[in-house]
């Protein structure tokens, strides 16, 4: 059974650092992977779709990774705003689901 | 320009009272699903529909119907919703199943149980 971590939990960097987020998934055979940004009491909102055969997809300041033999994901996020404070999700499609396989993702607070 | 609506955004109901949500898309996409995501959790699925091909979870409680009347629609019903049945319930949809599709999803629905 597919299962995704992310790492970590909770995040509180200043305003205009770069940051790391951590993904990782347990069974290699995935269709792709997106990144999703929440906001407290919200839907999802759609960052970016990494396919299997690539390696990486960039939208503004974000970019996302994918080491797919090594079950990793990482999203970057430049020059951080107070704006970026979100919940962000990593999910799979693939693995033996029929659905999105997400993580508990992390909370990230950028503080002005 | 909405492409997954949901209503209500925010519904409250009875314990043991059956409670509907509802779900439409302008995509025209094939696949639609249902996520019920608790406080704290993350998304869970608890079941999709590739055109009118209803594909239960295996851990989906009975308690949880769906229908798909058209290719727009689709709804969940919660036949008698228990107090640990409240969740954030989000729709998405896909163009079609298999590879490389991306899920879009709509503003979700939060249910409250009383």
């Known amino acids: 059974k597919q299962e995704v971590t992310q790492i970590p939990a909770a995040l509180s960097v200043p305003e205009g650092e770069n940051l790391v987020l951590n993904c990782s998934f347990t069974?290699?055979?995935?269709?792709?992977l997106q990144w999703f940004r929440q906001d407290p009491g919200k839907g999802l909102t759609s960052l970016l779709l990494i396919q299997s055969s690539q390696r990486e997809q960039t939208s503004g300041r974000l970019n996302a990774s994918l080491d797919k033999s090594s079950g990793r994901s990482t999203l970057y996020i430049a020059a951080s705003q107070p704006g970026d404070s979100a919940t962000y999700l990593c999910a799979v499609f693939g693995g033996g689901a029929d659905g999105l396989t997400f993580g508990k993702g992390t909370h990230l607070i950028i503080q002005p | 320009d909405a492409m997954v609506i949901q209503n209500p955004r925010y519904q409250v109901t009875q314990f043991g009272k059956p409670v509907t949500l509802s779900c439409s898309q302008t995509?025209?996409?094939?696949?639609m699903y249902w996520y019920q995501q608790k406080s704290s959790q993350a998304p869970k699925l608890l079941f999709h529909?590739?055109?009118?091909?209803?594909?239960n979870e295996a851990d989906t409680p009975d308690n949880f119907q769906s229908r798909r009347p058209n290719t727009s629609f689709c709804f969940l019903d919660i036949r008698s919703p228990g107090l640990g049945d409240a969740a954030m319930y989000l729709c998405?949809?896909?163009?079609?199943?298999?590879?490389?599709?991306?899920?879009?999803f709509g503003p979700g629905t939060r249910l409250t149980v009383t």
């Open positions: 069974d290699s055979a995935i269709y792709n």
């Open positions: 529909y590739y055109d009118k091909d209803f594909n």
């Open positions: 995509l025209n996409h094939n696949v």
């Open positions: 998405a949809t896909s163009r079609t199943r298999g590879s490389g599709h991306e899920q879009y």
